[in-house]
C-alpha cells in the first residue's frame, strides 16, 4: 500500500480542526471581544468586560450564563419565603417603578446581559436582570408597599450584615489607606457571591470588584477604580423607609463607582435620586489623597465625615442621632445585638492596633471571633467572622425569614495595591472554618425549604486579584 507523504497526512488532519475553529469563530458572538473568563481560582471565577455599556452587559450575561441562572434561581425562592410574593411581583416592580429611574447607559448594560444570557441558552429578560440587580433593595421596597396597601409585611426590619472599616494616618503602618470587608449575606448567596469584575468601560474609570454573577455594581460592596478610589459599605441596622421615585441604589453605586474621582464626586452620586433602598453607611478612601470618608446615607438624613488621619468602622451601627430616631427602630442601648458587639470590637481593635494597620491587620480582623458580650473567643453573630449558624440564640431565629447567614467572603487592599488596581479576597469565612450543608439542614429542619438550592461553602486562602494587563 502506498503510503502519504507526512506533510500531506498533517494537512489532513489540519484542515477539519481549522473548519471547527473557523466554525466556532464564526458562531462566537462580537461582543464579546476582548472579554474573558479565567477558570476558578481558590473559590472565585475572574471575569474581564470591555467596551459599551451593551457590550459589557452582554459579556456578562454571556460568560457568566450558567451562575446568572443559578443565582436566579436563589433569588426567586428567597423572595418566595421572604416577602410571600412570587417573582412576577418583582419583575413587575423593576419594569414600572425602577426602569423609569435608570439612565440609558445602565438600560443598555442591563439588557445585554439578558441578551448575552439568551445567547448562551438562558432564557430570561431584562426585567428578571433588573429584579436580580435590585435583589438588595426588594426589603425596603416591600415593606413599603405593604405599608402602603395595608398588608401585614413579613418583611422583617433589615437585618444587620457586613463589617468594614477603613484607616490612614497614624493608625496604618505606612501612614497610608488600608480598607477592608467582609460580607454577611444567606449562605446560598453567599455561596455564589464569588465573581472578580475587571471592567473597562467605554466612559469612567476602571473598576475592579467582587460581585454576585449577572448584577452591574458590586452588590456587597468592594470596588476600587483608576482614580484612586476605594469603596465600601454596611448596611444601616433596622432601617425603614423607600422612595418609589428614586434612582435604585444599584444604578448610583454603580456609577459612582464608575465616575466618581474624589468623596465629593461618590457623595453627589449617591445622593442624587436617593431611594433609600439599601441604605448603607459608605467607608471611601482617596488614595491620592490620603483621605477617608464616611457617608451614612439614610434616606432623609445624610451624613458626611471625612479625615486625613484617623478611621471609620462598620458593623451596621447607626452613628447620626436624627436618623436613629426618624428613619430606623434601632435600640443602641441594646448592648447584645450583633451590631453593637461588633461596634465594639471594632474599636478596640483600632486602638489596640494603631499604627499597625495593614493589609495583614486587616486579613486577621476579618477572622476575629472574640465576642465582646461574653469577654472571650466565640464564633457567632457577634464576631467580626459572623457566625450566626453557630450562635446559641439560634440562626434562623436571629435572621428571622432570611435563612442561614453570615460571613461569606472578604476583601482587603492597602494603597499601594489600590494604585497598581489589586487587592486580595478570601472566598468563605476568613477563619478557615467550612460551612457543610446537610449537616447544618439536618441540624435545622425550620431551613428545609432551602435544600434545594444550599451548599456547601468551604473557605478559601486570601487570594490575589489584579485587572488584566
Not at 506533510?7 to 458572538?29: D, E, F, W, Y
Not at 446581559?113 to 428578571?128: E, F, P, S
Not at 447584645?336 to 458587639?341: D, K, L, R, T
Request: aromatic share 10%; hydrophobic share 40%.
Amino acid at each position: 500500500m502506498r503510503r502519504l507523504p507526512y506533510s500531506l497526512l498533517l494537512c489532513a488532519a489540519i484542515v477539519p480542526l481549522i473548519a471547527v475553529l473557523s466554525a466556532q469563530a464564526a458562531n462566537t458572538p462580537a461582543e464579546l471581544k476582548g472579554a474573558f473568563r479565567d477558570p476558578a481560582k481558590n473559590g472565585w471565577t475572574y471575569v474581564h468586560l470591555e467596551g459599551t455599556p451593551r457590550q459589557i452587559g452582554f459579556q456578562n450575561g454571556y460568560l457568566l450564563a450558567p451562575e446568572i441562572d443559578d443565582m436566579l434561581k436563589v433569588v426567586m425562592l428567597e423572595a418566595q419565603h421572604d416577602y410571600k410574593k412570587d417573582w412576577a411581583f418583582f419583575r413587575d416592580a423593576a419594569q414600572s417603578m425602577m426602569w423609569p429611574h435608570i439612565e440609558q447607559e445602565y438600560r443598555e448594560e442591563l439588557q445585554g446581559i439578558a441578551d448575552g444570557a439568551a445567547a448562551h441558552g438562558v432564557k430570561i429578560d431584562v426585567w428578571d436582570v433588573v429584579g436580580l440587580n435590585a435583589e438588595t433593595e426588594w426589603g425596603y421596597y416591600n415593606k413599603q408597599y405593604d405599608k402602603e396597601h395595608g398588608i401585614k409585611s413579613a418583611t422583617l426590619s433589615v437585618p444587620e450584615h457586613c463589617s468594614a472599616f477603613v484607616a490612614t494616618g497614624s493608625y496604618t503602618k505606612d501612614g497610608k489607606v488600608v480598607i477592608a470587608h467582609n460580607n454577611w449575606s444567606t449562605y446560598m448567596e453567599g455561596e455564589r457571591w464569588t465573581i472578580i469584575f475587571d471592567i473597562v468601560p467605554a466612559h469612567g474609570y476602571r473598576m475592579l470588584m467582587d460581585g454576585l454573577p449577572g448584577v452591574i455594581h458590586s452588590a456587597d460592596d468592594f470596588v476600587i477604580n483608576t482614580a484612586g478610589m476605594a469603596i465600601t459599605e454596611t448596611t444601616i441596622s433596622h432601617f425603614l423607609g423607600f422612595d418609589t421615585a428614586g434612582i435604585p441604589e444599584f444604578v448610583r453605586a454603580r456609577k459612582a463607582a464608575q465616575y466618581a474621582a474624589s468623596i465629593d464626586d461618590f457623595t453627589r452620586i449617591m445622593k442624587d435620586g436617593n431611594n433609600g433602598g439599601y441604605a448603607n453607611t459608605w467607608l471611601i478612601a482617596d488614595t491620592r489623597k490620603n483621605e477617608i470618608g464616611r457617608l451614612e446615607l439614610g434616606l432623609k438624613n445624610v451624613t458626611l465625615e471625612r479625615t486625613t488621619d484617623g478611621y471609620f468602622v462598620g458593623s451596621n451601627f447607626p452613628i447620626n442621632g436624627n436618623l436613629i430616631r426618624e428613619e430606623t427602630d434601632f435600640d443602641a442601648k441594646d448592648t447584645g445585638q450583633s451590631s453593637v458587639a461588633r461596634h465594639t470590637r471594632w474599636e478596640q481593635l483600632m486602638a489596640e492596633n494603631k499604627g499597625k494597620i495593614d493589609v495583614a491587620s486587616a486579613q486577621r480582623f476579618l477572622a476575629d471571633h472574640y465576642d465582646t458580650v461574653e469577654k472571650k473567643e466565640d464564633a457567632d453573630e457577634r464576631t467580626l467572622d459572623g457566625h450566626i449558624d453557630l450562635s446559641p440564640r439560634g440562626s434562623s431565629g436571629w435572621v428571622g425569614p432570611y435563612g442561614t447567614a453570615g460571613a461569606v467572603q472578604n476583601k482587603a487592599a492597602d494603597a499601594s495595591m489600590i494604585a497598581k488596581m489589586q487587592f486580595t479576597a478570601a472566598a468563605g469565612h476568613a477563619c478557615g472554618q467550612n460551612f457543610k450543608a446537610v449537616s447544618h439542614l439536618t441540624a435545622h429542619p425550620d431551613l428545609d425549604w432551602q435544600k434545594p438550592l444550599q451548599r456547601d461553602m468551604d473557605a478559601y486562602p486570601w487570594t490575589s486579584f489584579s485587572v488584566a494587563k
